[in-house]
């Protein structure tokens, strides 16, 4: 069997894929595109490559041996943007999860340490498959060595042979670097000759071969500039020269027999992209089919299956687990039901349980105290079967969410065995995973649900303690677990859908989607397929002559930073991309609203997720209603099928006014910021007047909108780089910005040095409310780690202590309406927004109680504002 070596340009795939896609971040606020695009080509890599041998290189540092010989070499490239820095250490830590050797050398470049090992690989008869998104790596090409040159992004790569680079290119891989001497290198700053393009250089090696024979008859050479250039610079192509040369003998620590690859262990892999976010990749890495097994025998549980409820079963403190498979609770069914107290263990039957008296009686009984996991799902599901859940006294969810936030895994069994009670199966190992998993025997199904019970109650006790030695106890009593019943009401109950006005849009978008085409195809002067960029691509770049900003394998790039760009220099781009955005609203939402409808109801009854984000802000799935876009009429128009439930209702919604910048004046108790919230000045207008040095009257439009983007930028630790990408500007311009805006408020600047302090010598932070986000990387030797660390410890005082107050809003609005024995309820939370139905006739006490419960539930040094709005649909009211 023929052996392979693959050699991966670390640096320069990473870089490729940042810039390629979109700045994403999981749910713990990491910033992961880099390493997901990374992981999406190491997949097809070992998919079609099937490499024995594999190594990723890295560049050890900014400084190497070239420098001594060019001081100037790679000078003024930028400063690597923070938010792919941090992402680095993610890519190493995903290689080792993959058992694939990385390595580093100091002084030397990752293209020294490919082309050492291709060289070594060569000689002992290897295939090597080099992957770099450089060109000057094609000077390794071989009969043994293929280069594949990374082109558009990362998804598409050219694969170079000596055959293919010389039909390419018209020169031999020896060439490359003569190649290079000639023309030079601007993105590594290698000079070359003045004037001396791709193509003359190519014209020149055609007919001299090399740059040592080119010198030796520079008399021949025609053009007198060129001629004069060539004499001119003659030390600076030879020095070139050697800058681009690849270092094939460097002094490398690592063997072939060192990069042996055997494969990945699944599990650890799996592991590794569940806690990145990754969960479309799960499938790739064949996690469906891996099983936890549990080492330990488990102990003797005596537990009796049900088939009457009887009175005597119950003690008044029980735990309760209502066991489902999906997460779906909306839709899914209950499996069984578990109860257990001290004196016994019950495994009971769906339809015994809701078909019986005994049972809803006890659990509409708020005297009857339960501890559950998760108290949210526990009570949607009973209410589907006319059971309302009451008298919850712990949940063993939100606890754990609590005390550990960074972790991903909340289920049973992970909580029990991570507190170290190891007498409970993990679910996988009970039902099996994806396409295989099943509803065992009554008896398994039993023992395994009962175990499940059984465990809460020693978990409680638990939880319980560390809960108050960290000053959580009260977040979890007073915030969360309030808030999950309310949110377990709101999730029931849903929000009305008119279909047929959805559907009305459809046609409507269709109707719109048909105008714009037509309206593309007079500015193009014919006909095409606008979704075509083979079609799309001559049409903006040949007949338009628009300019050609980036080219694909296949033709012109199309791409929407391309169209962005342009979109100044000809209408019709504008056009288009209006075309893409009704395209997705059609596809996306109002298709996919369409499906999850209830077909019985006409009601939409989204999840919230209360235990995901490291900050508290809750999230929305199954549909995702905090994500409709609202930045088109069109999209916002979507808002319109959202109706109240009952003939003379109405939709009324009320939002804070921009509450974290409100936050962020508080806790950093910057004068400036709490007198401008204090007398009621626009907040924009008033960083634009400090930023710009300029009056009121002389802010424009523009000076508001780049203050803006700062103000909300520094709630997020925006780095220079993302206030550029978000502006438009240079990343110096950006950079100065922040620098004033921090000069301009000194009680910011100086809350973001010390909270960094105090998270360096507690290890978190805390919101006003005390949620805790524990940052074991503030203190990290490495840079990239520590930075994100000290970001995080700035932005989540305030993002979360935002989250708690809406929150806490939510919890005091509920029981003013209460109070006030009113109809009217909370259907959604949308970000800082919250939208109620009610009756037309208590309008007016709602335009008095809802702002008046938002702007009171907490008492800040500046006021909290709240606007609200009404109207016969979500849309209406805005």
């Known amino acids: 069997?023929?052996?392979?070596?693959?050699?991966?340009?670390?640096?320069?795939?990473?870089?490729?894929?940042?810039?390629?896609?979109?700045?994403?971040?999981?749910?713990?606020?990491?910033?992961?595109?880099?390493?997901?695009?990374?992981?999406?080509?190491?997949?097809?890599?070992?998919?079609?490559?099937?490499?024995t041998h594999m190594l990723v290189a890295f560049d050890a540092g900014k400084t190497t041996f070239r420098h001594s010989t060019y001081k100037e070499y790679k000078g003024g490239r930028q400063k690597t943007p923070p938010e792919l820095s941090e992402q680095f250490p993610l890519v190493k830590e995903l290689l080792n999860a993959f058992q694939i050797r990385h390595y580093e050398l100091n002084q030397y470049e990752a293209d020294d340490i490919i082309g050492t090992m291709a060289k070594q690989a060569k000689e002992q008869n290897f295939d090597v498959e080099v992957i770099s998104g450089d060109k000057d790596m094609l000077q390794l090409v071989s009969d043994k060595v293929t280069v594949n040159v990374t082109k558009k992004g990362i998804s598409d790569v050219e694969a170079y042979t000596p055959q293919y680079l010389f039909e390419k290119m018209e020169i031999t891989p020896e060439q490359i670097i003569e190649l290079k001497s000639l023309m030079g290198d601007n993105s590594d700053n290698i000079p070359g000759v003045p004037g001396v393009g791709e193509k003359t250089a190519t014209k020149l090696l055609k007919q001299y071969k090399t740059l040592d024979n080119l010198y030796e008859h520079l008399d021949e050479v025609s053009g007198k500039k060129l001629k004069e250039n060539l004499t001119n610079h003659k030390e600076d192509a030879f020095m070139s020269r050697e800058l681009a040369t690849i270092n094939c003998d460097s002094p490398i620590e690592v063997s072939i027999n060192d990069l042996s690859y055997e494969g990945y262990p699944n599990q650890e892999v799996a592991n590794l992209f569940k806690d990145l976010g990754f969960q479309s990749l799960l499938n790739r890495v064949g996690s469906e089919d891996i099983v936890e097994e549990t080492e330990e025998e488990l102990e003797e549980l005596s537990y009796?299956?049900?088939?009457?409820?009887?009175?005597?079963?119950?003690?008044?403190?029980?735990?309760?687990?209502?066991?489902?498979?999906?997460?779906?609770?909306?839709?899914?069914?209950?499996?069984?039901?578990?109860?257990?107290?001290?004196?016994?263990?019950?495994?009971?039957?769906?339809?015994?349980?809701?078909?019986?008296?005994?049972?809803?009686?006890?659990?509409?009984?708020p005297a009857n105290?339960?501890?559950?996991?998760?108290?949210?799902?526990?009570?949607?599901?009973?209410?589907?079967?006319?059971?309302?859940?009451?008298?919850?006294?712990?949940?063993?969810?939100?606890?754990?969410?609590?005390?550990?936030?960074?972790?991903?895994?909340?289920?049973?069994?992970?909580?029990?065995?991570?507190?170290?009670?190891?007498?409970?199966?993990?679910?996988?190992?009970?039902?099996?995973?994806?396409?295989?998993?099943?509803?065992?025997?009554?008896?398994?199904?039993?023992?395994?649900?009962?175990?499940?019970?059984?465990?809460?109650?020693?978990?409680?006790?638990?939880?319980?303690?560390?809960?108050?030695?960290?000053?959580?106890?009260?977040?979890?009593?007073?915030?969360?677990?309030?808030?999950?019943?309310?949110?377990?009401?709101?999730?029931?109950?849903?929000?009305?859908?008119?279909?047929?006005?959805?559907?009305?849009?459809?046609?409507?978008?269709?109707?719109?989607?048909?105008?714009?085409?037509?309206?593309?195809?007079?500015?193009?002067?014919?006909?095409?397929?606008?979704?075509?960029?083979?079609?799309?691509?001559?049409?903006?770049?040949?007949?338009?002559?628009?300019?050609?900003?980036?080219?694909?394998?296949?033709?012109?790039?199309?791409?929407?930073?391309?169209?962005?760009?342009?979109?100044?220099?000809?209408?019709?781009?504008?056009?288009?991309?209006?075309?893409?955005?009704?395209?997705?609203?059609?596809?996306?939402?109002?298709?996919?609203?369409?499906?999850v409808v209830d077909k019985k109801t006409s009601k939409i009854h989204t999840r919230y997720n209360q235990a995901l984000t490291q900050t508290g802000r809750l999230s929305s799935i199954d549909p995702n209603l905090q994500n409709i876009p609202i930045r088109i009429e069109e999209g916002r128009k979507i808002r319109q099928a959202f109706v109240p439930s009952k003939r003379d209702w109405i939709m009324f919604a009320a939002d804070y006014s921009q509450i974290e910048l409100r936050v962020l004046a508080h806790i950093a108790k910057d004068e400036k910021l709490i007198a401008a919230f204090k007398n009621g000045e626009d907040i924009h207008t008033q960083t634009a007047m400090e930023v710009f040095h300029v009056e009121r009257d002389d802010v424009t439009s523009n000076m508001r909108r780049q203050a803006k983007a700062v103000n909300f930028g520094i709630v997020y630790g925006i780095s220079d780089f993302g206030l550029s990408q978000s502006l438009g500007i240079t990343r110096?311009?950006?950079?100065?910005?922040?620098?004033?805006?921090?000069?301009?408020?000194?009680?910011?600047?100086?809350?973001?040095?010390?909270?960094?302090?105090?998270?360096?010598?507690?290890?978190?932070?805390?919101?006003?409310?005390?949620?805790?986000?524990?940052?074991?990387?503030?203190?990290?030797?490495?840079?990239?780690?520590?930075?994100?660390?000290?970001?995080?410890?700035?932005?989540?005082?305030?993002?979360?202590?935002?989250?708690?107050?809406?929150?806490?809003?939510?919890?005091?609005?509920?029981?003013?309406?209460?109070?006030?024995?009113?109809?009217?309820?909370?259907?959604?939370?949308?970000?800082?927004?919250?939208?109620?139905?009610?009756?037309?006739?208590?309008?007016?006490?709602?335009?008095?109680?809802?702002?008046?419960?938002?702007?009171?539930?907490?008492?800040?040094?500046?006021?909290?504002?709240?606007?609200?709005?009404?109207?016969?649909?979500?849309?209406?009211a805005k």
């Open 1 to 51: 069997m023929t052996k392979k070596l693959v050699l991966i340009d670390g640096n320069s795939i990473i870089y490729r894929a940042f810039f390629a896609l979109p700045l994403l971040n999981n749910d713990k606020g990491v910033y992961t595109n880099a390493v997901y695009g990374f992981t999406t080509m190491l997949l097809r890599i070992l998919e079609e490559k099937k490499p």
């Open 304 to 365: 009796t299956i049900v088939k009457e409820i009887t009175s005597d079963m119950f003690t008044g403190e029980e735990a309760l687990v209502i066991e489902m498979l999906s997460d779906s609770y909306h839709t899914a069914p209950i499996e069984g039901i578990g109860i257990i107290n001290q004196e016994k263990a019950y495994f009971i039957p769906t339809n015994v349980a809701i078909e019986s008296e005994e049972f809803k009686k006890w659990a509409e009984n």
């Open 369 to 595: 105290q339960k501890v559950v996991f998760d108290a949210k799902q526990s009570v949607v599901s009973l209410l589907k079967n006319g059971i309302h859940l009451k008298g919850v006294r712990f949940d063993v969810l939100l606890a754990s969410y609590l005390l550990n936030p960074a972790e991903n895994n909340h289920d049973i069994p992970a909580i029990a065995h991570r507190w170290g009670f190891k007498s409970v199966r993990f679910d996988e190992e009970v039902y099996g995973k994806g396409a295989k998993m099943k509803i065992p025997e009554q008896e398994a199904l039993a023992e395994h649900i009962a175990r499940k019970t059984n465990v809460l109650i020693k978990l409680e006790e638990k939880m319980e303690e560390e809960l108050r030695e960290h000053e959580l106890y009260s977040l979890l009593k007073e915030l969360e677990m309030p808030l999950a019943l309310i949110l377990a009401e709101m999730e029931h109950t849903g929000v009305l859908v008119d279909v047929a006005r959805l559907e009305e849009m459809g046609t409507e978008l269709k109707q719109r989607l048909a105008e714009v085409e037509q309206e593309i195809y007079e500015l193009a002067g014919e006909k095409f397929n606008i979704n075509s960029p083979k079609q799309l691509g001559p049409i903006l770049f040949e007949k338009l002559g628009l300019p050609v900003i980036k080219k694909t394998k296949t033709g012109y790039s199309t791409a929407a930073d391309v169209l962005e760009q342009l979109e100044p220099q000809h209408e019709i781009v504008s056009k288009i991309l209006l075309y893409r955005q009704l395209g997705k609203l059609q596809s996306t939402y109002i298709e996919g609203l369409l499906k």
């Open 732 to 876: 110096k311009e950006a950079k100065q910005f922040i620098e004033r805006y921090l000069e301009s408020y000194p009680g910011v600047k100086a809350y973001m040095d010390d909270i960094v302090q105090d998270a360096k010598h507690k290890g978190y932070v805390t919101t006003l409310m005390n949620r805790r986000r524990y940052l074991p990387e503030i203190t990290s030797r490495n840079f990239n780690l520590r930075s994100f660390a000290e970001r995080t410890a700035m932005n989540t005082p305030i993002q979360g202590t935002a989250a708690d107050i809406i929150k806490k809003a939510m919890i005091d609005l509920r029981e003013k309406l209460q109070e006030e024995k009113m109809q009217a309820r909370m259907l959604l939370q949308v970000h800082d927004e919250l939208i109620l139905e009610a009756p037309r006739e208590e309008l007016e006490k709602l335009k008095e109680i809802v702002p008046a419960m938002m702007e009171n539930t907490v008492e800040l040094k500046v006021p909290l504002k709240a606007d609200y709005s009404y109207g016969d649909s979500w849309y209406d």
